[in-house]
Nanobody, 124 residues
Framework: VQLQASGGGLVQDGGFLRLSCAAS????????MGWFRQAPGKEREFVST????????KHADSVKGRFTISRNNAMNTVYLQMNSLKPEDTAVYYC??????????????????WGQGTLVTVSS
């Protein structure tokens, strides 16, 4: 599967953005999906994950209550709605798809395919 992330940009502290990740290839609904991010000089970290049917959603504590992951299987797209953005949210955001027999994944090792990343910059 190929993943194309979009929606990043420059936003002020307290602002919002919506990231999208469009998938092409095998049936999108056969993958659980996730978002990760990597800030300059830091390791890639888990942000959010969603199960194949969209029922199970998990978010990192650092974004809980501010970010929401969702998916539209008919559109082969997963979204990340990011509200109340903070400067510490500045990072390259990556979407990922996993196909192992799990409902969702919070570790980068549980994903098989990665998008190219989209840069989110939050100014103070």
């Amino acid at each position: 599967v190929q993943l194309q992330a979009s929606g990043g940009g420059l936003v002020q502290d307290g602002g919002f953005l919506r990231l999208s990740c469009a998938a092409s290839g095998p049936p999108f609904s056969s993958y659980y999906m996730g978002w990760f991010r990597q800030a300059p000089g830091k390791e890639r970290e888990f942000v959010s994950t969603i199960s194949r049917n969209g029922v199970i959603k998990k978010h990192a504590d650092s974004v809980k209550g501010r970010f929401t992951i969702s998916r539209n299987n008919a559109m082969n797209t997963v979204y990340l709605q990011m509200n109340s953005l903070k400067p510490e949210d500045t990072a390259v955001y990556y979407c990922a798809a996993g196909k192992v027999s799990a409902s969702y994944g919070t570790g980068s090792g549980s994903y098989d395919y990665w998008g190219q990343g989209t840069l989110v910059t939050v100014s103070s």
